[in-house]
Structures are given as C-alpha cells and as structure tokens.
C-alpha cells in the first residue's frame, strides 16, 4: 500500500459526459501528480501541484483539468470525453517539488476510465 | 526535452535465470535521477531501484542492480535469480529538478517456470 488513494477505481461513461478523479496524497507530501496510461503512449505526464499550486503541465489536454485543494487531495476533471480518452489514470504524490529527496513518487493504484 | 526509450517490448527468463532490460535516455542536464518502476497485473506502480546520476556506484537492492553508463546514457536492470514473481511490465523513467518523470514505454516481462 503506496498509501496514495484514488477513486474510484472504475468508471464507465459515454462520449460527451463528464467525470471527476479524485486523488490523497501520502500524509505529508505536498506534490501531486498526474499521469495517464493507455495502450499506445504508455505514461504520460499531464500535471503537477505543488501544496496547491500548479507546478508542472505536461500533454494535458484543455478539456481536462485539475487543482489541488487546502487539505492537499486533488482532482482531475474530464470533460466532453471521448473514445480515446479511455484509459488508466494514475495519481502521485511525493513530499516536496524543490529538491528531490528520495526523488521518488509515490503511485496510487489508478482509475480505469472507460468511454463507451 | 528529455526523452526516455527502453527498446525491448518484450523479455522472456528461465526462473532463477538472470535478465537484463535495457533502457536509454537523452537530456542535456548533469543532475538527474533514473529509475526503475514495476507495474504487477495489479497496475501498482512500485518502485524497484533509483540511481543518483551524480553516483559513479551502480545501485542495487537485493536481486536488482543497475548498469548505469552515464556518457552512454544507458541505464539497465539485471534481475537476478528470477522468481514468477517479477513478472510485471518495467518501466525506465528519468526526473530532475524536483518535477515529474518521464517513463520510457516499458518493457513486459514474462517468467518461464
């Protein structure tokens, strides 16, 4: 157990809804990340806050987006989804942003997003 | 921008064999990290071993060790003494100034009994 929590772990869904991911850090790290997985481009970073901050924009579409909230959980916002938006999506966290650390992440166990 | 490619889609081992799985990266950066991440059918992704690219020792934790060939910019995983449980895909992944990684593809790995 990463201690990284996301739910829900499975959500189908038609073109065109909406949904909400939502991720909890480990006790004390203050970096959030996203990162989505699917068959054909592997990992894929979307986006990073830091202690509510955005920090770091990956390949994040702009029909998606995310914040980080006081208490630290965050959540991935998807919307006017389509077929090849289907995939896993993974939530990390680590302590902190500057500085490595232990330079390692911490990974939720993802949320199988499927568009019908 | 930092890319990572590991070029081996696929590996087969003997159990209690030894595998190795490639991996390369591009960067421009002298301070980095590079690791090694495990994705078990539980989709968990777990970490395996790190390297400082700032350490000439090569990292290793129990049956995984590393080959890290800093001018090449080669980072493998040697897998010793492999056990059905190591089956999982690996993934190669490099993160510097405190920001996201950047995974290569990954490898799946597959354990003959």
């Known amino acids: 157990d990463s201690g990284v929590t996301q739910t829900p772990k499975h959500l189908i869904t038609a073109t065109g809804q909406r949904v909400t991911l939502r991720c909890s850090p480990r006790?004390?790290?203050?970096?959030v990340y996203w990162y989505q997985q699917s068959l054909d481009q592997g990992l894929q970073f979307l986006i990073q806050y830091y202690n509510g901050e955005e920090r770091a924009k990956g390949n994040i579409l702009e029909r998606f987006s995310a914040q980080q909230f006081p208490d630290l959980h965050s959540e991935l916002n998807l919307s006017s989804l389509e077929l090849g938006d289907s995939a896993l999506y993974f939530c990390?966290?680590?302590?902190?942003?500057?500085?490595w650390g232990t330079g390692e992440l911490f990974f939720g166990e993802g949320s199988r997003l499927t568009v019908l | 921008a930092q890319t990572v490619t590991q070029s081996q889609p696929e590996m087969s081992v003997q159990e209690a064999e030894t595998v190795t799985l490639s991996c390369t990266y591009d960067?421009?950066?002298?301070?980095?990290?590079l690791f090694w991440y495990k994705q078990p059918p539980s989709r968990q992704m777990i970490l395996v071993i790190r390297?400082?690219?700032?350490?000439?020792q090569n990292a290793t934790e129990n049956r995984f060790s590393v080959n890290f060939q800093k001018a090449a910019k080669s980072f493998s995983l040697k897998i010793s003494d492999s056990q059905l449980g190591d089956a999982a895909m690996y993934f190669c992944?490099?993160?510097?100034?405190?920001?996201?990684?950047?995974f290569g593809a990954g490898t799946i790995l597959r354990v003959k009994s």
């Open positions: 992944a490099y993160g510097a100034d405190g920001n996201k990684l950047v």
């Open positions: 390297q400082e690219a700032y350490k000439q």
């Open positions: 960067t421009s950066e002298s301070d980095y990290y």
């Open positions: 990390a966290s680590s302590v902190q942003s500057d500085g």
């Open positions: 006790s004390g790290d203050l970096s």
